[in-house]
């Protein structure tokens, strides 16, 4: 039985094509036709939770998988347009008149780097040699009007969203930057909606590939644009 959450691309792709499911905290093939048996997730599995027995399956059927995955794609769509229920999605619209504040003057920029997003930076960036990093899901920043004066300044920054850009990739890097920089602080600025939250489940597992002490703090903007929580997790 393994209890750590799945990073394992293999699984994942098993996984999506509907030959795996994890139930009851065991990883099990639930339907025959999807898998090719090449096997492939088998040899990354670190905790040993998958292994090859003999027995009578249906044959794989490519073209199944296929239809799978079509309509696959197809619930993707119909849940993310604005007719579903997930409040991400939702339209708003504030009334409010936005007013300057008693600030005079153009706001200077806080960036200290380029590029910003995840899935571009490199993780061995001189601008990463810092003791803090923020972690800002994409929507963030234009939610909360005072993102430089407040998150930003002083910090190194990665961008990403945690439901439609965080894959494999933006993974391996994350954890490359913190293996490879002295970061012991990471400030963690999302939206309230849960696709936004996310990007948890993912950062704990690769917290504990690190033999370092990285503390989280969260803080968590409301789609008006206000921080509605900040807290040490
Ligand atoms: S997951 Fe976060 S960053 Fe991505 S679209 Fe939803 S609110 Fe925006």
Redesign the pocket.
Known sequence: MCGRLCRNISYLLCSIKGALEIIDGKAKVVNDVFCDGLGACIGECPEGALRIIEREAVAFDEEAVENHLEKLKEKEKSTHTHQCNCP?SQPIVFEEIWEDSELTGEIPSALRQWPTKLTLVNPTAPYFNNKELVIA???SPFAYGDFHRKILRGKPLVTV????GLGEVELEKLEQILKLNPIESIKLV??E?P??QKIKIFLDPILQTIDRQISVEETIIGRDGSIIQNRKI
Do not use: E, N, T
């Not at 969203?161 to 439609?164: A, S, V």
């Open positions: 991400s899901s994409d929507c969203c945690p439901m439609l999302l939206m909606v696709c936004c």
